[in-house]
């Protein structure tokens, strides 16, 4: 019987799940030695070998030699090396290195993918980016209050009573913890979804609330106001854990019934259900999902949520994203330990200050900005303009890569072994690459070391990847480095969940951190619907624009409510435009009950059926805490297509 190999899947998803892969087939399966996992996988870690073989893969380094709109040359890495160290000492002999820009995010999250690149970059002092497009608004908000935003880790749902995944469509976008939760419910737990949108998971819930979009403060104040008034409080836990209780209780008291209702639309009787069951079902997790956050209020609405357990004597009750509970030390591999970058500037905003002509070098990897970004119309303008030189170090031909001056090819993870750190669970293990890179595709590590040498600074960048590792992780893991590098499954160390990084050492339930650095101490609400906000979350089929080469575009379509549509004369299967005064993009018209009038849902970071992005009607203001994005509070109109 062959051994079996094993993987780790690095995509930028709740799960990080394993994989056992058929040496021969390369057929996949979910892992029993994570329990997460649970011996299954996604659409996408089942489909992932066929991302391996895809015709889209990119196997050789190519360049344009002529001009940004002629078409690519094949060449060989030699001279696609020399190529971009030469335009990288341009830069930084001509403007220095504040004019040099990396962008990355979570195309692929092990360790060595992720950060070792870092380790040229921040040695030269180039710009980067804030990282701000995705949890960063609620990270900092949670910090407010508990200092880390570290929360429950997903094996604790089998032990809870109440689940209440808010503004979490866990049933797609975190099927193993979905699962995990289905599975405490049929040994007696409740689940309860907060949503606007009926979604898979509110579906399948035993409770679902539907406030108006950017209304979740409201909806927790609420909450709060029937705990209070009810006398459903643990006392004895607020006085012993917390501070500034009395001035979040004078404004949960100015939340009266009525006025909530008003402004989230949900009825009374639900509101005080949901804080009764919040006091009478103990342990329970609050899941805060991403999305909820990515709003003009969001941050604001994960601060509001995030202290809604602690009311009813429940440590960290909440889960958001379980990085900062890790004692990982990325800066060891990245470099930041030692060396700073020039500037860093918003991730959001990023479309403005390429456009502008802030950057004449530009390096991208592990992420497809010309569709995850705001306004990607404004980005392909600056990526175009001749003073702007652009690589691309990438597994296939996306948007980003077909736009740039040099596309170097990178191996998938079934091509190269790295270690994967998850954001909800805590188990790890040794992605081994289970079949040679394809092509002339090289690893980060090669790639960083190479360059390196060609621009004299290698002594301090080139590393050995196992030390690189080991530096990183010594200090994070229950076992040793030998036994994770021969196979082990190990666990990261974890904070206490009584443990508060504040000030106070306490959960701050008025903030004097927020009020020191110029923000409201309380969660407040600071956002009003008018016309049709668009919303937008995962598909089951796609991890953000990957998987397209599986399962061919995401598809183009628009949910709207049934009254919206009757009123405005549009039919199923229609097309419209959506649109504002950013851009139109035309899209395929489904008719529910599942979204509220006024509101409109289609799958994130798809290309309408006229070729515009769907991020082009979406702005590059930032929240004001965290500067996250605004992708679900984007305000537009609707009309027919004409002809």
Known sequence: MSEKLRLVCPRDCYDTCFIEVEPLSLRSRGSTLNPVTGGFL???????????????????????????????????????????????????????????????????????????????????????TDWSICSKSGHDALSLHYGLSYGRLPTDIPSSKLLIFWGFNAAVSAPHIWRLALDARDNGSFIVSVDPRRSETAKRSDFWISPRPGSDVALAYGVAYHLITGELLDYDFIERYGEGFEAYREEVLKWTPDRVESITGVDVYSVKRLAELYASLKPSITLI????????????????????????????????????????????????????????????????????????????????????????????????????????????????????????????????????????????????????????????????????????????????????????????????????????????????????????????????????????????????????????????????????????????????????????????GETIEVYNNHGVVELRVHITQDVPRGVLWSPRELIGLNGVAQNVLVGTEVQRLGGGPTFNSTKVMVRKKEG
């Open 42 to 128: 996604c659409p996408r870690g089942n489909e992932d070998r066929k991302r391996v073989f895809s015709k889209d893969r990119v196997l050789y380094p190519y360049a344009r030699l002529n001009g940004k709109t002629s078409d690519f040359i094949r060449i060989d890495w030699e001279t696609a090396l020399n190529l971009v160290a030469e335009k990288l000492s341009d830069t930084l002999r001509a403007h220095g290195p504040g004019r040099i820009l990396h962008i990355e995010y979570a195309g692929n999250m092990g360790l060595l993918t992720m950060y070792y690149p870092l380790r040229l970059w921040n040695r030269l002092g180039a710009a980067r």
């Open 289 to 572: 999902g991403f999305g909820v956050q990515k709003r003009v209020a969001g941050a604001d609405i994960v601060r509001a949520v995030a202290l809604l357990p602690a009311l009813v004597g429940v440590h960290r009750g909440f889960y958001y994203s379980n990085s900062k509970g890790f004692f990982v030390n990325t800066a060891k591999i990245s470099l930041e330990d030692r060396f700073q970058p020039s500037r860093t500037v918003s991730q959001v905003a990023l479309a403005d200050l390429i456009e502008k002509g802030e950057f004449n070098f530009i390096f991208i990897y592990n992420s497809n900005p010309l569709l995850t970004l705001p306004r990607p119309d404004k980005l392909l303008r600056g990526f175009m303009r001749e003073d702007v030189f652009v690589v691309v170090h990438e597994t296939h031909w996306i948007e980003t890569a077909r736009a740039a001056d040099v596309v170097l090819p990178a191996p998938t993870f079934y091509e190269k072994t790295d270690v994967v750190i998850p954001y909800a669970h805590n188990y790890i293990m040794l992605s081994r690459s289970v079949l040679e890179p394809l092509g002339e595709s090289r690893d980060e590590v090669w790639l960083t070391c190479r360059l390196s040498e060609k621009l004299g600074v290698d002594r301090d960048v080139c590393l050995d990847r196992h030390e690189a590792l080991r530096l990183a992780l010594e200090e994070a893991i229950e076992g040793s480095i030998d036994e994770l590098f021969n196979g082990a499954v190990l666990t990261l160390k974890y904070r206490p969940l009584s443990e508060y990084q504040t000030p106070s050492g306490r959960i701050e339930f008025y903030s004097k951190t927020a009020e020191e650095k110029g923000f409201d101490p309380l969660p407040r609400v600071i956002e009003k619907q008018e016309g049709f906000v668009l919303l937008n979350s995962a598909h089951p089929l796609y991890t953000h624009t990957q998987f397209r080469d599986v399962y061919g575009a995401i598809p183009g379509i628009v949910h709207m409510n049934e009254h919206d549509a009757l009123e405005l004369g549009i039919s199923e």
